[in-house]
């Protein structure tokens, strides 16, 4: 089984410019998180979709925004980038609500989207 | 919200040692409490993960612990070796939802 793949690896982008990031999820995961990664601040939750409704957010503000699709893949965009938000972004899917037991609360993640912006 | 605090940041150890990682958190509700391994350069991969209703799960070398009352959980490793070097997540969630991860350990066992 595929495991959750991250459209591109990496970018570069100038400061306003905006970004779209891809996740496809594990074939039968419907929830998909989003995550940005620095060195300063970990693993900070940005948003999760669930059967294309976006579930949960993050305290990151309205520039960043994201939909998932019918198939569960998802993607995210940022709007007027900024230098602060150059970081790794990770997404992460998960059975919830399709599986059982512990196995639905796993979450499982890609490999990121390492985003520069100058 | 859920606030989860992790401690050391940092972590020396000398190879065959154990090593030790605490998290706190602060929300009640929290049920679902995955600890997570990232190598340099690689994504966060699950290693032991603990439900609400069980105090201590062991897999081969790793064990993690959970004190519902005091909101503390810790990871235990035994025996390190040189490729449990890497950065250690803690992390908790309700119901597999609202995933607050903490700041990270970085974990280092000298040969």
């Known amino acids: 089984k595929a495991g959750v793949t991250q459209t591109p690896r990496y970018l570069i982008k100038t400061r306003g410019q905006q970004v779209t990031l891809s996740c496809s999820p594990i074939s039968g995961h419907r929830s998909v998180s989003w995550y940005q990664q620095t060195p300063g601040q970990g693993l900070q939750f940005l948003f999760e979709?669930?059967?294309?409704?976006q579930r949960n957010k993050g305290n990151f503000p309205g520039r960043f925004s994201g939909r998932q699709f019918s198939n569960s893949r998802s993607e995210m965009n940022v709007s007027t980038l900024e230098l602060g938000d150059s970081a790794l972004y990770l997404c992460a899917s998960s059975l919830w609500g399709s599986g059982t037991g512990d196995a639905k609360n796993i979450q499982y993640f890609g490999a990121g989207t390492r985003l520069s912006v100058l | 919200g859920e606030n989860v605090e992790q401690h050391p940041s940092t972590l020396s150890v000398q190879e065959g040692d154990s090593a030790v990682i605490k998290c706190t958190y602060s929300?009640?509700?929290?049920?679902?409490f995955p600890w997570y391994k990232q190598e340099l350069g690689k994504r966060p991969q699950l290693i032991i993960d603990?439900?609400?209703?069980?105090g201590e799960k062991k897999d081969q070398r790793i064990a993690v612990t959970l004190n519902k009352t005091a909101k503390h959980f810790s990871l235990h490793i035994t025996e390190t070796q040189p490729e449990d070097s890497a950065v250690y997540f803690c992390a908790a969630s309700n119901y597999g939802q609202n995933f607050v991860f903490g700041p990270g350990t970085r974990l280092s066992v000298l040969p």
């Open positions: 929300d009640s509700a929290s049920n679902y």
């Open positions: 603990i439900r609400s209703n069980v």
């Open positions: 979709y669930f059967s294309e409704t």
